[in-house]
């Protein structure tokens, strides 16, 4: 009749046997939660700036928790580079949207070239994996399509999940 009583439990010898830990849980400084913004800036036109607004955009609604890099890619031969190393946004939001507002663009679309990029920002680290994806999608290379899907095929594979964000009506 007693055995459901409600509590009292916390510093009592009976506290010890039981398969719990008393007490309200503390919240986390830290999360496990990874995320890399990769951001096409092969495109000089105004979705240029429309991708530099919208990874902005992304970057302000992540928790300060989060870990977050970014990396771009674009120019002639395409080539990904590494914006910002993932690290605490609570401690390069300022750097990070900085440099983000500062990229240049020009050069041409490799969108598997940025997804890898993405990708080895992320093998350096553990916890959630996640890829935010911002481009115009603009390419006439079924090639580059087909190695594309491949490639976000093999990271999903690893636990990696792409978030795609499309820009212009094309």
């Known amino acids: ?36 913004v990769v951001i096409d800036i092969s495109s000089a036109s105004e979705e240029g700036a429309l991708q530099k607004a919208l990874a902005l955009s992304a970057v302000d609604s992540l928790s300060e928790k989060n870990n977050v890099g970014a990396v771009a890619f674009g120019f002639t031969p395409c080539q990904a580079f590494v914006v910002s190393e993932i690290k605490p946004l609570k401690e390069i939001r300022k750097e990070l949207k900085d440099k983000i ?41 079924q090639k580059l399509r087909e190695d594309t899907l491949e490639t976000v095929r093999r990271v999903n594979v690893l636990g990696i999940k792409v978030f795609t964000v499309g820009v212009g009506t094309d």
């Open 1 to 36: 009749e007693n055995s459901f009583e409600r509590g009292g439990y916390k510093g009592t010898l009976l506290e010890t046997l039981l398969p719990i830990k008393i007490g309200a849980g503390e919240e986390q400084n830290k999360s496990d939660i990874n995320v890399v």
């Open 101 to 141: 507002s500062k990229l240049k663009f020009d050069g041409q679309s490799c969108f598997d070239v940025g997804i890898q990029g993405g990708f080895q920002l992320l093998s350096k680290v553990g916890g959630s994996k996640n890829i935010i994806f911002i481009s115009d999608g603009k390419t006439t290379y």
